[in-house]
């Protein structure tokens, strides 16, 4: 038997960290999918920041499983300090404890994100009853926002994928970078669309999502009386956010066997 097949391996995501109890199931389910298609013998996840598992917990619930390799996953969309932070964290654990671990890319610069959000504007499209083909939608893409210049262009070559699918395509950021909600709802609008379609570019249903981008948007069209827009739902749960892990943990793990 090769070693692809008798290699027992671990599977360990890492996410920033939020106390929302959806993002912990949503990562819970993803991990779950990751370990039934992949093949591993234990899949979990842990938190870089905000409340446990930790790093350094996440690798020793690994190790318990007497595992022969543990591959991680740093589950961010953008590089930057965070991703660093993880990776470093990551490497100097594995080191401490002397196990035998491989570290994947994160999820950007994958034509799978683009797939994920093209989906989520079709099914906003379907239950919304919306009949207009794409090349009549207008589209803006709201991402978190970061002061680091990695992060934003990783986000705009994923903007930039979907611009010939769509009318038009605008983004925008939370916090921390420009152009703000508000100036991406009044740049949109200035076009005269028919419709508006707008795609929350964050993985899970954290604080941001249920609260902060509501409020935002709220606040933005309180100036406008176009009122023909519909939300689309975040990343979430998706197969193809599983395939995108599996594809980037046999990315490291084939140099390793």
Not at 155 to 184: D, M, W
Request: overall charge positive; aromatic content about 10%; some cysteine.
């Amino acid at each position: 038997m090769s070693g692809e097949f008798s290699m027992r391996k671990a599977l360990l995501i890492i996410d920033r960290g939020s106390k929302e109890l959806e993002v912990q199931d949503e990562l819970f389910k993803i991990s779950y999918r990751a370990k039934q298609k992949g093949g591993y013998i234990y899949s979990n996840f842990c938190f870089l920041e905000v409340i446990p598992p930790y790093i350094d917990e996440g690798i020793i619930n690994c190790m318990k499983e007497n595992v022969d390799l543990i591959t991680v996953m740093p589950y961010f969309l953008y590089p930057g300090m965070k991703l660093k932070n993880a990776v470093q964290k990551t490497a100097a654990i594995s080191k401490e404890k002397g196990v035998k671990l491989v570290i994947t890319k994160p999820l950007c610069y994958s034509e799978v994100l683009t797939f994920v959000i093209r989906d989520r504007l079709n099914q906003v499209k379907f239950v919304n009853d919306i009949q207009l083909n794409d090349k009549e939608c207008d589209v803006l893409v709201i991402g978190h926002g970061s002061s680091d210049r990695r992060a934003t262009e990783a986000f705009i070559f994923t903007i930039n994928a979907i611009k010939q699918s769509y009318r038009n395509v605008h983004y925008c950021f939370l916090e921390l970078a420009q152009p703000s909600i508000n100036e991406g709802i009044n740049s949109i609008i200035k076009k005269n669309p028919r419709i508006v379609l707008i795609m929350p570019y964050f993985l899970h249903k954290g604080i941001h999502i249920k609260y902060d981008v509501i409020k935002e948007l709220k606040n933005a069209l309180k100036s406008h009386s176009f009122s023909n827009i519909f939300i689309a739902d975040h990343i979430g749960v998706d197969e193809k956010m599983v395939n995108l892990i599996l594809q980037r943990a046999n990315e490291v793990e084939k140099k390793i066997v």
